[in-house]
């Protein structure tokens, strides 16, 4: 499974686009890009998945760079209840696997008024 | 669509006794799975099932913990003679289908063992 790097923490102003990157160099060319977020006291919540297109959805989208060495996730109007853990999963689709997701330490995102 | 719940929210033991956790997955869902979570850390995988039968557990689930889903809907975790180091947010997801990695999960139900 490749190893993914994410920074630490980041703050995003309330309003503005938050772009929370995601580094995955060894990724196959079977492993898909998976955000999930986990919001204080919640369980984690899936967010977007994708292999190689960008990908778009009512929460957020998802920019893989052509090398799918590195992705986005971009939330475009970052509001208060945005402030969370992203985690950036790195997981081989295709039938006969496990769903076990592996997660790091993600990136604490604060958004500020 | 209810979503995944948990029981209890939160349980408070002593050192030594056996608890029992419960979840309900989402109703068409076949797939459930197991995390623990400590405090600044990620989830971590626990185990999973496919409708009744229990597929992969971590070697974080020693023989203190078991778990089931007898008819393939609700699913319990079993910790006996708990350990001051099982404290932790218990969580459970289910996903449908081949969406293995869209997991929807519950609340969690967390533990502190005194």
């Known amino acids: 499974d490749a190893k993914t790097t994410q920074p630490t923490s980041m703050d995003c102003a309330e309003g503005r686009a938050a772009n929370l990157p995601c580094n995955h160099s060894t990724i196959s060319g079977n492993e898909y890009v998976y955000w999930y977020r986990q919001i204080h006291s919640q369980g984690p919540q899936y967010i977007i998945h994708?292999?190689?297109n960008n990908e778009t959805n009512e929460m957020a989208s998802l920019i893989i760079t052509e090398d799918r060495k590195s992705s986005t996730l971009i939330l475009p109007h970052a509001t208060l209840r945005d402030t969370a853990v992203y985690y950036c999963?790195?997981?081989?689709?295709?039938?006969?696997?496990?769903?076990?997701?592996?997660f790091g330490q993600g990136t604490t995102l604060q958004v500020k008024p | 669509d209810t979503g995944v719940s948990q029981d209890p929210r939160h349980k408070i033991t002593k050192r030594g006794q056996n608890v029992t956790f419960r979840c309900d997955p989402i109703?068409?869902?076949?797939?459930l799975y197991w995390y623990r979570q400590t405090l600044g850390q990620g989830p971590e995988f626990l185990t999973y099932f496919q409708n009744e039968a229990q597929l992969e557990k971590s070697r974080l689930l020693s023989d203190r913990f078991s778990a089931e889903r007898p008819k393939g809907s609700f699913s319990t975790l079993e910790i006996q003679r708990t350990e001051q180091g099982d404290s932790a947010m218990y969580l459970c997801?289910?996903?449908?289908?081949?969406?293995?990695?869209?997991?929807?999960f519950g609340p969690g139900t967390r533990l502190t063992v005194t």
């Open positions: 994708g292999l190689k």
């Open positions: 997801a289910s996903s449908q289908g081949q969406k293995y990695y869209e997991q929807y």
């Open positions: 999963i790195v997981r081989v689709g295709g039938s006969g696997n496990t769903g076990k997701l592996i």
């Open positions: 109703s068409e869902h076949n797939r």
